[in-house]
């Protein structure tokens, strides 16, 4: 059963635009997010994270919103840049928990000059 | 410095065969981790080490994978008896400690293909 889901697996948005790639889980145990970015034939580099404190974390252009209550988290990014064409993983833990984090599937983000 | 490093990048095995792929982690940094990702999936997490402990195992698909760690910095994952489904991109982070929290630093990853 897949604990953290990203239901979207593209999106194609045009450059200076924004891009929104959500993500939801289902297990309530869960307390710190993150977003990691990929690049072809690369590893994925962390983005952004957010603790369940929280509901809002923002670092430059990349922005995360928690919506506990609906366990469900977003990423948005303004404006968008070709260099963001990238797949975007969202990934779950429990803070003091056993160090595992759980990603989901990913969404390919496409962005158009 | 250097980043995470992994090697090989690419390994072509036929069934039945065992591999051993290896990680080097940011020097300095103590905690290490193993995840796979299989074609069309998200990263699974295989196994974490702290310094040169694996507390927990549960993760390792079958007991044909086992892994370890060495002086607190390389790290080797071996397959034995490789099946099909064990064809995937093998990924191996690495992070100051151990503390979800720390940042995880990612290697590019082995490719592996099991014939």
């Known amino acids: 059963d897949q604990q953290v889901k990203q239901n979207s697996p593209s999106l194609s948005v045009q450059e200076g635009r924004i891009s929104i790639l959500n993500c939801d889980y289902t297990?309530?145990?869960?307390?710190?997010f993150l977003w990691y970015k990929k690049y072809p034939a690369e590893g994925p580099t962390f983005l952004i994270s957010?603790?369940?404190?929280?509901d809002k974390n923002e670092d430059g252009r990349f922005t995360v919103f928690l919506n506990k209550s609906a366990k469900h988290l977003s990423l948005h990014i303004v404006p968008s840049q070709p260099g963001d064409s990238a797949v975007y993983f969202c990934?779950?833990?429990?803070?003091?928990?056993?160090?595992?984090?759980?990603f989901g599937k990913g969404t390919k983000l496409t962005v158009n000059p | 410095g250097a980043g995470v490093s992994q090697s090989p990048s690419n390994k072509v095995t036929e069934k039945g065969k065992d591999v051993e792929l290896r990680c080097d982690p940011i020097?300095?940094?103590?905690?290490l981790y193993w995840y796979r990702q299989s074609l069309g999936q998200g990263l699974e997490f295989l196994i974490y080490?702290?310094?040169?402990?694996?507390?927990?195992k549960s993760g390792l698909p079958s007991d044909r994978f086992s892994a370890e760690r060495t002086g607190g910095s390389v790290s080797t994952l071996t397959i034995q008896r490789t099946q099909q489904e064990d064809s995937a991109v093998y990924l191996c982070?690495?992070?100051?400690?151990?503390?979800?929290?720390?940042?995880?630093?990612f290697g590019p990853g082995t490719r592996l293909l099991v014939l």
């Open positions: 982070a690495s992070s100051l400690f151990l503390d979800i929290r720390e940042t995880q630093y």
């Open positions: 297990n309530s145990m869960f307390d710190y």
């Open positions: 957010i603790s369940s404190i929280k």
């Open positions: 990934a779950a833990s429990t803070q003091g928990g056993s160090e595992k984090l759980v």
């Open positions: 020097s300095g940094h103590t905690a």
């Open positions: 080490f702290q310094g040169n402990s694996a507390p927990d």
